[in-house]
């Protein structure tokens, strides 16, 4: 697309800085402005219809017209349009927000800490540590170890958890105290012969190596996705938070559950942590909360963490971080609609429902020529491309990114993630007939670039 002077697009491209995109093909080439939405459904200025495959980002779970969600926004506006929770005050909104969020989560919680973002809520999980072991008298139990390939968003120290060196590259991250341990990735990275239960034990083992090699008394916690998203849609492999748990638990490293992305049913349960058998000391959540009509995120921690930073932030007068728009009652308010609309559509059968159609149809996508793998879980998935099955040789990443662009010419919006992989994670409220059109128009873009990489002779491996 060419941009057109003094159109919206030309009008974006001269003063917009685009997170995640190529900022001088962005000016040469403009925006896709989307104008409005419906259901799962989003148009575009110029009248084009698509089906949302990712949910905006992994977020818009009730989709892009919920009356009652606008409804609740604006009522708590007239009523109340903002008011912060420093110096001891509050609102109902948040008050209520966290009661139910501790009431929902996965194991015992104490208490919850609101934010505006995954990538904060974060980059306080780390703050949170750090102050916990200051105030327990272990000032040295500071280092974090993530897994390559994690996404846990882009500020400093969670940028610096995320795995992923693109988004490392030029920010001079990670910071000292992040360490990054082996991705959960089977497919790529198992041995020939190594079942998901072995690999599980080694990279449970890798684990424990980590801690050892750095000495235990330095390391504090350890953070995972329970399925890794903007990774690539890894699904943990048999076993695998069962034996990393239990070196955590050998050497006093605290738990960290990244449901970002997982949290409230996109695993087809309550949690990705209900799915996989964990069991969080801090626990992060954003998106879903508010079906991302408005911002916010929380952190969420077990008495364990809450006693020592209690008793210290009385030590030290007070508990001196947090920011203007924490516990926001607007969005707090858009959360608590959101989690009583959950319930009262009973959204969790209509995962139950759903999912094995969608999963069904992806799996299908296995047998596609240039498809390598294809998994998921409840209602997120991604199909791997490979330019050969056999030896599991991925194609350059500008193959994902061009089946991206296939998918956007059939009307389907989803991303590449991981570098070699097409993801799909639809809104929680999609029905069997926008499944099967998911699908249709992935395996239309498949066969599209299928077609292209033939004609770019990049189809046998080198």
Avoid at 191 to 216: C, K, N, V, Y
Avoid at 344 to 367: C, F, G, S, T, Y
Avoid at 431 to 437: D, G, K, N, P, R
Wanted: glycine content about 8%.
């Amino acid at each position: 697309m060419t941009v057109i002077p003094n159109s919206p697009h030309a009008r974006d491209a001269a003063t917009l800085i685009h997170p995640y995109s190529n900022l001088v093909a962005h000016e040469r080439e403009g925006p896709l402005i989307i104008e409005k939405g419906n259901g799962v459904h989003v148009e575009d200025l110029e009248g084009n219809t698509y089906i949302e495959g990712l949910a905006g980002l992994w977020c818009t779970s009730l989709g892009f017209n919920n009356e009652r969600l606008v409804e609740a926004a604006a009522a708590q506006m007239r009523k109340l349009p903002y008011y912060h929770a420093f110096f001891h005050r509050s609102s109902m909104p948040s008050i209520e927000l966290a009661e139910r969020l501790i009431d929902m989560s996965p194991a015992p919680m104490a208490r919850v800490w609101f934010a505006n973002s995954g990538s904060e809520a974060n980059d306080h999980a780390v703050k949170f540590v750090w102050y916990y072991n200051n105030a327990r008298g272990k000032p040295e139990k500071k280092k974090i170890i993530a897994r390559l390939g994690g996404y846990h968003g882009i500020c400093v120290s969670s940028g610096s958890l995320t795995g992923i060196p693109l988004m490392h590259k030029g920010f001079d991250l990670p910071i000292a105290n992040i360490m990054h341990t082996g991705s959960p990735h089977w497919y790529h990275e198992g041995l020939e012969g190594e079942s998901e239960e072995d690999f599980s034990t080694r990279r449970a083992e890798e684990l424990e190596q980590m801690i050892l090699a750095e000495g235990p008394e330095t390391v504090a916690a350890f953070i995972a996705e329970p399925v890794m998203g903007a990774g690539g849609v890894i699904v943990p492999p048999a076993g695998y938070f069962e034996k990393i748990q239990a070196v955590l638990a050998k050497y006093d490293v605290l738990m960290i559950a990244d449901e970002v992305i997982c949290g409230f049913h996109r695993t087809g349960q309550l949690f990705g942590s209900n799915t996989y058998g964990i069991k969080p000391d801090i626990m992060v959540v954003a998106k879903q909360l508010s079906s991302a009509y408005l911002p916010i995120s929380a952190v969420i921690v077990n008495e364990k963490v809450y006693g020592p930073i209690r008793d210290f932030s009385d030590e030290n007068g007070v508990f001196a971080t947090g920011f203007t728009y924490s516990g926001h009652p607007v969005p707090a308010a858009v959360a608590v609609e959101t989690l009583k609309i959950y319930d009262e559509i009973n959204i969790a059968d209509h995962v139950a429902k759903i999912a094995p159609v969608m999963q069904e149809r992806l799996m299908a996508l296995a047998d596609h020529p240039i498809v390598g793998e294809a998994r998921g879980v409840g209602l997120i998935g991604a199909v791997e491309l490979v330019r050969d099955k056999e030896t599991r040789e991925n194609f350059p990443p500008a193959i994902a990114n061009y089946c991206g662009e296939r998918c956007l010419a059939h009307r389907l919006i989803v991303r590449a993630a991981g570098g070699n992989s097409v993801a799909v994670c639809p809104p929680l409220i999609i029905e069997e007939e926008q499944i099967h059109q998911i699908f249709d128009r992935l395996k239309a873009a498949l066969d599209d670039t299928l077609e292209h990489v033939r004609q770019e002779s990049l189809l046998d491996a080198a």
